[in-house]
């Protein structure tokens, strides 16, 4: 079935906004109609949101960056620590025990 052969039963509604189906007929006119002439994109948007875009792109790679290099240097600390990887592993499950003690004893009101 094409736009064409579609129907749509018209209702009155007492207000626009309580009509079902109102978003939908409003992106479904966005997208049939296109990009009105005085919204296209020029040269000048295009650099305005260029900049800001590779800023927050290279603040990305940097902080991935320092996560993955970070986490390998800490792996590497855990590998040499024994007894401090234990000591972290222990902590850490005494936290989400304690955690789950306290959901358990909360109350839903």
């Not at 994109?41 to 993955?68: C, D, K, N, R, W």
Request: glycine share 10%; hydrophobic share 45%; net charge positive.
């Amino acid at each position: 079935m094409n736009a064409a052969e579609l129907v749509v039963e018209r209702r009155v509604w007492s207000k626009p906004e309580d009509s079902p189906g109102r978003e939908a007929a409003f992106f479904w006119r966005i997208l049939t109609t296109g990009t009105p002439a005085e919204t296209q994109p020029t040269p000048e948007h295009t650099f305005q949101f260029g900049q800001p875009e590779a800023i927050v792109q290279l603040v990305s790679a940097l902080y991935l960056s320092v996560l993955i290099f970070g986490g390998a240097r800490l792996a590497q600390q855990f590998r040499q620590r024994r007894r401090l990887s234990a000591g972290a592993t222990g902590g850490v499950g005494a936290l989400f025990i304690g955690f789950g003690a306290k959901l358990a004893s909360a109350t839903l009101n």
